[in-house]
């Protein structure tokens, strides 16, 4: 049971690092999309951007959640 327990953390962070590594994945193919390409709407860029901001601050507080849980 006890390694049961113990696997719950570590599969949520693999579970954040897929979703995280999705966002950073989309978040730059939308950012090099917008801006190679001038008469796309500029928002495709600015999602891009959003989704990488987005990323990092996941990968932030998820190492802070692991630091705090070791």
Known sequence: MDFA??????MTA???AVLIAIMQ?????LGIVGLRKPSRPKWAAQLGTVLNGGGLLCTVIVIAALVTQL
Do not use: E, R, S, T
């Open 14 to 16: 693999i579970g954040f």
């Open 5 to 10: 327990a113990a696997l719950i953390p570590l």
């Open 25 to 29: 994945i989309v978040g730059v193919a």
